[in-house]
Nanobody
Framework: QVQLVESGGGLVQAGGSLRLSCAAS????????MGWFRQAPGKEREFVIG????????YYAPSVKGRFTISRDNAKNTVYLQMNDLKPEDTAVYYC???????????????WGQGTQVTVSS
């Protein structure tokens, strides 16, 4: 079992930045690809960004490429999501999740955090 806890969400103005953290416990995340998903009110959960187990490969949704960056510190069992140039359409609950193999498909992720709210005002 892996427990994931996100933090770092909040309210920010458009153009601003936030850094989300996802702290894992129970098992080393070095065995997992890690992903961030988000869900806005009335919308389906969508893939945002992901990173392979080693950190050597990353995957981005087109809407966030060039603005969002994912990184991982396996020694700290933590994954980070740096979000720059935030837009109102980035407003959502952000979830981190882990999967044996990195994927953009949510059903392939075994463990999920509880989510953290990000709100971007215009």
């Amino acid at each position: 079992q892996v427990q994931l806890v996100e933090s770092g969400g909040g309210l920010v103005q458009a153009g601003g930045s936030l850094r989300l953290s996802c702290a894992a416990s129970g098992r080393a995340i070095s065995s997992y690809g890690m992903g961030w998903f988000r869900q806005a009110p009335g919308k389906e959960r969508e893939f945002v960004i992901g990173i392979s187990r080693s950190g050597g490969s990353t995957y981005y949704a087109p809407s966030v490429k060039g603005r969002f960056t994912i990184s991982r510190d396996n020694a700290k069992n933590t994954v980070y999501l740096q979000m720059n140039d935030l837009k109102p359409e980035d407003t959502a609950v952000y979830y981190c999740a882990c999967s044996p193999v990195i994927s953009t498909i949510s059903t392939r992720y075994d463990y999920w955090g509880q989510g953290t709210q990000v709100t971007v005002s215009s």
